[in-house]
């Protein structure tokens, strides 16, 4: 009875006309936009990008559902994506290289291919994937420096991926957003204009006193009288006074000159021989056009991308090359002064981090490299940096101490030295005016132990090349430095 009172309902249920057996449905289960998601997703699967954080990233953004596409809709690329793919395309002008992004070729698209889904999800990834990469490049992470030397060694900020792709997506202007991981320091732009002229050849031709060269003749000092002299006033635009002698080295150009030996890192003595003869043509430094030219400022343009995108309102910069220490406040050199820095073969290395500690009367603890290299050779075989002595009579004519593990100073006499590992010991030299670092130092920690100071050998800042040091900075005129910077510390951040 229950077989045939379940065949009646059944029965009566399929023929009843009338009654739908459920209500309406969508139109397509799937949208065209999701239907792309999805094929976002499947590339991701099977893709094995070379940044897994960006793999991540991608694969996170597309797996929320119903999140809306950045760069493609059902037509085909939107204003949005030209404008990035845009961007990207004048990478060159910024220095990087717009083929290294793999945009795609969806200009002839056409929305009823049967292809179509798989092709707008090749292009949303792939102009996602270049933003990320583009992002990561401008902020200088296309080369590991350290890969290059181990003296180059800044603190990079590389953009997080997933950040990159969330904030994009809701950026009213993409392209400006992209363009902003660009540095934005007032240098930087400046190398990027005098790239695009190089790569253009509209390199202004200017002329003017630099084109006056001073020809090899005799030494130009006070008192001379001679037809360069005349000369060398149109170079250093020093016009003669009214019924002057326009053939005499007067005191008046005896000033310009040494202004402008000072500007170029001379001695600054006010006579012209051979050697400021070069400076004034333009000889101190090779000259280079064409590529390598440009390779030269594409080298520039990326060390700044190494730099916080923000330096701070106030901030200490030191040239190595140039051999200078500026003091930087509000975007203008507020003081300026000459370093001593690194031996080609100890070379200072570059990079960034904060001031912390000014000190007075330092003492000088010993680096581990000067112990090994400068300090054990006279204990155990003669030679070395302090000259003389086969014995621990080195470190007393330099008035060096030894420390021991415990922190008490051992009478170094009293030591085997043929068993003895000076690099076991602290090798310091106490506060006073034989002590190496002068009066003051100024430290920012870091893994170099490396540090600004005073010196005792004030002669070495009258040379023009400057690369004495075994890596520190020795600064010219320390007593002004310091009290430059306290007097901006008026917070008291900085410890002295």
Not at 29 to 35: G, V, Y
């Amino acid at each position: 009875m229950r077989r045939i009172a379940l065949a009646l309902i059944l029965a009566a249920s399929v023929g009843t006309p009338g009654f739908a057996a459920e209500p309406d449905g969508p139109a397509e289960l799937i949208t065209k936009t999701e239907a792309v998601r999805i094929a976002i997703q499947d590339q991701l699967g099977v893709k094995s990008m070379s940044d897994v954080a960006e793999q991540i990233a991608l694969a996170e953004y597309y797996s929320v559902p119903d999140r809306r596409l950045l760069w493609v809709d059902d037509s085909g690329l939107t204003d949005r994506g030209k404008a990035v793919m845009g961007e990207i395309a004048k990478a060159d002008d910024y220095g990087l290289r717009a083929a290294d992004y793999k945009l795609p070729q969806i200009a002839s698209f056409d929305p009823a291919a049967p292809d179509a889904v798989e092709q707008l999800a090749d292009a949303e990834l792939k102009i996602s994937s270049a933003v990320v990469e583009y992002a990561r490049d401008a902020r200088g992470g296309r080369i590991n420096p350290q890969s290059l030397s181990k003296n180059l060694d800044p603190k990079l900020y590389l953009p997080e991926p997933a950040e990159v792709i969330g904030f994009i997506a809701i950026r009213s202007d993409p392209a400006a957003y992209l363009r902003s991981f660009q540095p934005s320091h007032p240098q930087f732009e400046a190398l990027r204009k005098a790239l695009l002229a190089e790569r253009g050849g509209q390199v202004e031709q200017t002329s003017g006193p630099m084109d006056i060269v001073i020809p090899a003749g005799p030494l130009l000092k006070a008192g001379v009288e001679h037809g360069q002299v005349a000369l060398l006033r149109k170079r250093l635009e020093v016009p003669v006074k009214a019924g002057g002698n326009e053939y005499l080295y007067d005191q008046e150009l005896i000033e310009a000159v040494r202004e402008f030996q000072k500007s170029k890192g001379g001695h600054p003595d006010g006579i012209v021989g051979s050697g400021t003869r070069q400076m004034l043509n333009g000889q101190s430094a090779p000259q280079v056009s064409g590529q390598d030219k440009i390779n030269l400022l594409l080298a520039n343009m990326e060390r700044w991308r190494w730099l916080p995108q923000d330096l701070g309102a106030f901030y200490v910069n030191v040239n190595i090359p140039e051999f200078q220490l500026r003091v930087v406040g509000d975007d203008a050199v507020v003081w300026e002064t000459r370093v001593v820095v690194g031996k080609t073969d100890k070379q200072t290395p570059v990079f960034n981090d904060e001031m912390e500690e000014i000190v007075f009367r330092p003492n000088w603890y010993v680096p581990t490299s000067i112990k090994s290299e400068e300090i054990a050779p006279y204990l155990y075989r003669g030679g070395g940096f302090f000259g003389g002595g086969w014995d621990t009579s080195i470190l007393k004519r330099q008035g060096l101490r030894i420390r021991g593990a415990n922190g008490r100073d051992i009478d170094p006499d009293t030591i085997d030295w043929s068993r003895s590992d000076i690099r076991r010991y602290e090798v310091y030299q106490p506060p006073g005016a034989g002590n190496v670092l002068g009066l003051v130092k100024f430290r920012f920690p870091n893994t170099h132990d490396v540090y600004l100071h005073d010196t005792t050998q004030k002669h070495l800042f009258a040379n023009a090349v400057r690369a004495n040091s075994h890596g520190c900075m020795r600064v010219q005129n320390p007593d002004q430095f310091a009290t430059v910077l306290l007097g901006h510390d008026q917070a008291g951040t900085l410890r002295g």
